[in-house]
C-alpha cells in the first residue's frame, strides 16, 4: 500500500481531501466449503483439528461440522484416530515418543455423510530457537490512510541460526497487559453515600487482561543472507486504552513451517493485508493442501501441518520514556443536584457506586466518574494476577 | 515597403491597356548562382530591373548558359513549383511576386447574365489565362489561382505530382494535419508532420480548399500544368482558438481511411477542465471512446481492452517506456512543448509496429521562426516555462520548455516530521531545434528528460527517468518521391530502495536502451495510388538490474536478475489506392522480425511441468551476442472505405500486430516499479488480429459529425502472472508468468460538434476484454483455467466535452465522465481458523467496484485583446469533481483484529477548485 502512503503525504500538499469509508460489497454467491484446519507439534499432549464451513461475507457466523471421523497418518504407519471434544473440535493425545522432527503426518477425515477428504504428508521441520524478543517505540499509521497516526511499540525476533538452510516461521503471540484503574476506591454510594474518613482501598486497582494478536505472522530466510532472522518484525501493539500502561508481556510461541506450508501461510497473510488496491497485487484464492477424494474438484479450505515450536515470553515495562496518550479518567465536576440525580438513575444491583472525594472530608463535595476508573475489573480484566508475572 | 510597390505596380498593370508580356533576351553565363547574383549581374549587365524579396527566392539555383536566351521562359522554369511568379512590364520592370500571378490585362469583361446572347457563353476559350484568372479571382471565396507547372511540360496521359507545404503565416511553423480539399474531385489530402502534402492531379483547374485547425479557411484555384508545387501560408483564425476539435481534418471522418483514429491538437483542449489545474493532452485522449484506464490518477492507457504495455507513445518518433508523472497524476509531456498526438487504436498504418494496441504519435511544437516569444504559467502544483524563436529568421528555430512542481518546498514547510522527511518531486526539460535546409530538406532535433523522485518518511525511495533524443531528417528526392530517416534514441530506467522493514531492506535499479534508425518513404507515382514503405531497426538493451540489501540492518541476499540484448526489425509496405470516387482501399503488410540475443543461460525444463527451478533438465549457454531464438512473422494491415453518400461512409479494417517485449507487472495499475522485458527462450512474442467495422456521417449544415465502430479483436500470447509473482525474487520469468490468449469486442458511438459556439462531444462506448489462461496441467491454469475479465474490463462508459464560448474573453467547459467500475476480487465468503477470520475470494474479478462518475467545469478568462501589448494571460478556474462524489479510487479488505472489513478509498472525494495563470508574450492572438 505504497503508493496510498504517498497520498496522504501528497495530497494535503495538492489540496486535496480523499476520504475512506467502510464497504460492503454486494455479493449474491455464497459457496459453503469446508474448512479443515489443524497440525501437530512436537509437543506431548493433546492435538487438535477443527471442522468448519466458511459462511457468507455479510453474515458471518461460525459453523462447526460435527460427527466427522478423524484420522491422522504418520510415515511410520501409525494412526492416531482423533475424538470429538466440542462440536467440530476434534482431539487425540500424542505420546512424546511419535512426535519427533523429521516425521510426516497427514489426516483423513470422513464427514457424516461419508465424503472422505485427505491432505498430503506434512513434515515436521526443526525450530531454531528464539534468542531475543526487543521492542521499539514507534508511530505509525493506522490502518485507515487517512486517519490519525498510532503510537506503540514494534516487537521484533531475532531466531537462532536454523539447522536447515531455510528456515520458514510462524508465530503466534499470547499477550497479557497489567492495567491499573484511576482511583482508589473510598467513599461510595449504596442508596446513601458512605464516608469511609480517607480510607482507600487498593483492592479493585489492579487488573491483568490477556488475549491473542489476531495477526499472521510469517517470516522465512529465504533470500536472506543467512538462516538465522535478526530483527524481524513480529506485532506492533498499539496504544491503546490501558495495554501499555503498566506492564505488558507477550509469549511468542514459533512454528517451523515446511515449504509448502509456508507457501499457504505466507499467501493468507498477504491476502489480509494488502490487496485489492491499485497498486497491489490482486487478491488470490488460496486452496490448501486437502483435497476431496471422491471429487477432486471440490475446493476445501485450511491446511493441515506439522511442526516444532519454540517460545519465549517478553516483557515490557512503561517506565514513561515513552509519551503515550492514554485514557484518562476525568470526573464529571458534578453539582451536588447533578450527581445526586444521576446517583438516582443507578439500581441496586450495579451498588455500589464509588465516589470521588477530593476534599476529605465527611460533607464532600462529591463527584461521580465512570466506574471503571475505580474497579478495573469493570473493564474486563482481572485481579488474578498470572503466574509469570514478575 | 515592398508590399506598398506591389501593390502600386498592380495597379498601374491594371490600368495599362497593354495586352502581351515584355519579352527579354539575354546573354549570360550563368552556372548554378542564387536567384540574387544572378538578377543582380542581370541589372548590371542588360537593360532590366529586378523587384523580389529575398527571402522569397532563398534557395532558388540559377543556370543559364548561352546566348538568346528568353528571360521569360527562363523564370518560368526556375519558379515553376516555389509559389513565385513573375511579371515584365514594357520598362523591362521583373517583377517577382509570390502566390498571386499578377496580370496586366483587363479582361473584356462579359455580362454573363446576358445569358444565351453571349456569343462566348460556354466556352472561355476565347480568353486568356490571365483573363481567366482574373475572373475566377472575382468568384466568390476562390481568392487567388496558384499555377503549377509549366503549361506544356506536361506528358500527356499521365497524371501530375503536386506537392507543397503549408505552413503558419505567423510563425512560419510548418503546419500538420492541414487539408487540401479538391472540390471537383471530391478528394481531399493532408498534411504530413512536416506540413508537406503530395497530391497526384491530372491537369486541369481545380479548385482547393485549405484548411487547418484554427486557421482561416483559404480557397485558391489550382491551375495545374505539369508537375510542380507551391507553398501555402495560413493566418490565424482568431475565433476558432478554442474550438475543441479534435480532427484536424474534417474530410477525414467520412473520406478518410482513418478508423479508430483520434487526432488532439494541444490548442484545442486549452480550456478542457483539468485535474488540478494541470493541463494534460494524455487525460483528454482518456475522454475518447475506446480509452480507458484503470482508475483514476492511475498511469498507462488500456485501448480497446488491452493491457497498458500494448501501447507505444512517442514523441517526436521517440519512445517514452513511462508516461506519467507521480504514478499517472500527470502525464510526463509537458502541455507546452505538444501540439498534438494521434491516436490509432485501429487500422494501423504498416509504418507503426512493436506494440499490439495503439499508438500514441505525439509531436512537439515548433519554435517560432519569426521572432522570439516565451510563455509560462503556474498552477497548485507546477509551474512552467517555454521559450522559442528563430535560429536564423525563416531557415532555423528553437523551442525549450521546462516544468517543475514546487510541492517539495511546501513539505519543508509543514511541521509533521514525517512529512517533512518526505518529498515528492518531479520535473521534466524538452527543446526541439528545426532547420529548413531548403525545400527539399528539413531537419529536426528533440530533446527530451523526465524525471520523478519520492521519498516517504524516509524508508521508501521511488525515482525514475525518461530520456530520449532524435534526428530527424525529412528529404524530397523529387515531386513524386520523399523520406523521412530518423535516428533515435531513448532510454527508461527506474531505482527503487524500500526499508520500511529494515531486515528486508533492498534497493532495486532498472534501465532500458533503445536505439533505433528508421526511414521511411512516401511514393506518389500516379494519381489514385500513394505508396508507403521503410524500413526499421532497434536494439534494446536491458539491465533489470540487481536487488541489493540497502540499509544497515538489511540481510537480503542480492539477487541480479540479468542484462538482457534483442534486436528488432521491420520491412514494410502500404498502397493507399483509389479505385473510384467512392472506393478507396488500403493494402499494407509489414513483416517483423526479432532476435532474443546472449550471453544468456537457458534452462530446459521437464516437458510437462511447470518451469520451475525443481524441474530444470538443462542449462544452455548462450555467449554474448549469440542468437538465442528468432521470431518473426507478417502483419497485414488492410482497410477500405466505401462512400455511400456524399456526407457518409463505411469502412472496413483488419490489422494484425506483434510484439516483441512486454511489462513485469503484478499489481492493477501501473508502478513505477513495473520492468519492462524482452520476449526470450521461453516467452513468446505476443501477437493480435483486429478486425473492425464503422459508418461514419457528416451533418455539414450543424457542424456536426458521427462515428460508429465495432470491433473484435483477439490476442495470443498474452502474458498473465501466477497468483502471488513476485518479480524481484526470479530472475526467470517463466517461472512467474504464464501466457493465454484474450479477446475484446466493443462498440463505440461518438457525435461531435466541431463548429459554433457550443463545440464538443459526446461518446458512449461497449467494451468488453476477457482473459483465458488454460493448460492441460493445473500449475498451467490461472482462474482454474476460466474466462476472467481484465483489470480494465469496464463494459460502459459515456464521455462528453463541451466548451462553450460566451465571447472572445469568457468561456466555460465541462466534462462529464462515467464508467462502470473496474473488475475486482471480493471475498465471497469467510471463514474461521484458530479465532482469525479469513476471507475465501471470488474467481478472478468476478465483482466490479462502485461505478464511476464525475462532472468538471472550468471557466476561462482571457486578459484583454489589445493587439498591441508586451504580454497576455489569462485565468483558468477549475472545478474538478463538482458533484463531490465519492468515486472509488480502490476497494480492499483487511483483517482488524481478527475480523474483516471492507474499506473503499477516494482520493477525490470532495470538488477541486484550483485556480491557475498563464502568460505568454504578445497578445491573445499570439502563438
Redesign the interface.
Known sequence: M??????K?????????????????D?E?????L?I?GKITNLEGYHYL?I??????DN?V?VREKNCSVSVYDDKGNVFQYQEYLPGFYRCWFAQEYLSVGNRFRVEVVTKEGKTYASGFDEMKPCPGIENITYEAKTIES???FMNCVNGIQLYIYTEASEDDVTNLKWEIDETWEYHASYLISDYFDGTINFMEGMMSDSLFVCFKNG?V???MTMSTR????NK?????LTFVADNKEKLQIKYSALVRQFSLSDSAFEFWN??Q?????????????????IGNIRCVSDPEERV??YFWATEIKEKRFFFRNTGEIPFDFYKCQPYDYTPEQLEEHLRTFTEDEYPIYLINESGLAEGPWDLTDQECFDCTKGGGTLERPEFWQ | MNKIILFLTALFLYLSVSANDTIIYFNGNYRDVSFEDFAFGLEQHGNVKFWFKPLWVEGIRVTAVGEKISLNDLLEQVLAGTGLYFYIDENNNVFITKGIQLSATLPEYIDHTAGKDDPNNGSQEGLTNAELNYKEGRRNGTSETITIGIPGAHTSGRTAVVNGKVTDKETGEALIGATIYIEELEKGYATDLNGHFIMSLSPGTYNAVINCMGMEELHYKLDVNAAGSFEVEMGRKLIAINEVTIKANKFDNVRGLQMGYDRLSFKTIKEIPAVMGERDLLKVAQMLPGVQNVGEGSSGFNIRGSAADQNMFFINKVPVYNTSHLFGFFSAFNSEIVNDFSLYKCNIPAKYGGRLASFFDITSRQGNMKRYTARGGLSPITGHLAAEGPIVKDKSSFIISARTTYSDWILSKLHDADLRKSNASFYDIAGNISIELDSRNFIRIFGYYSDDDFNLAGTNRYGYFNTGASVDWNHQFSSKLSANTTAIVARYGFSNTDTTIARSGLSHNYQIDHYELKSDYTWVPMEKHLFNFGANIIRYGLDRGSVIPAGSESERTPEALGAEKGVESALYFSDEYQLSNRFTIYLGLRYSMYGYLGAADVYDYNPGSPKTENYVTGTKSFSDNQLVKFYSGPEFRLAANYRTGNNSSVKLSYNRTRQYLFMLSNTIALSPTDQWKLCDYHMEPPLADQVSLGYYKDMPKSGMNFSSEIYYKKTLNLVEYKDGADFLSADKIESLALQGEQSAYGLELMLRKNSGKLTGWLSYCYSRSEILVNSPYFWGRINDGLKYPSNYDKPHAVNGVMNLRLNRQLSLAANIVYNTGRPATFPISIYNIEGIEYMHYSARNEYRIPDYFRADLSINIEGNLKAKKFAHSYWMLNFYNITGRKNAYSVYFVSENGRINGYKMSIFGTPIVTLSWNIKLGNYASD
Not at chain 1, 454467491?29 to 466449503?33: G, H, N, T, Y
Not at chain 1, 497491489?280 to 484464492?285: F, L, M, Y
Open positions: 505504497q503508493v496510498i502512503r504517498l497520498l503525504y501528497w495530497l494535503p500538499v495538492a489540496l486535496l481531501t480523499g476520504c475512506i469509508e467502510p464497504f460492503n460489497p455479493i454467491e455464497s459457496k459453503e466449503l474448512v484446519s477443527e468448519s464451513w466458511s459462511t457468507s461475507y458471518p461460525i490502518d485507515d490512510p491473542r489476531k495477526d499472521m533470500n536472506y543472507a543467512s532472522i535478526n530483527k524481524g518484525p499467501k493468507m498477504q491476502n489480509l493485508q494488502d490487496a485489492g488496491g491499485l497498486y497491489d497485487a490482486q487478491p488470490i484464492r488460496i479450505l485450511g
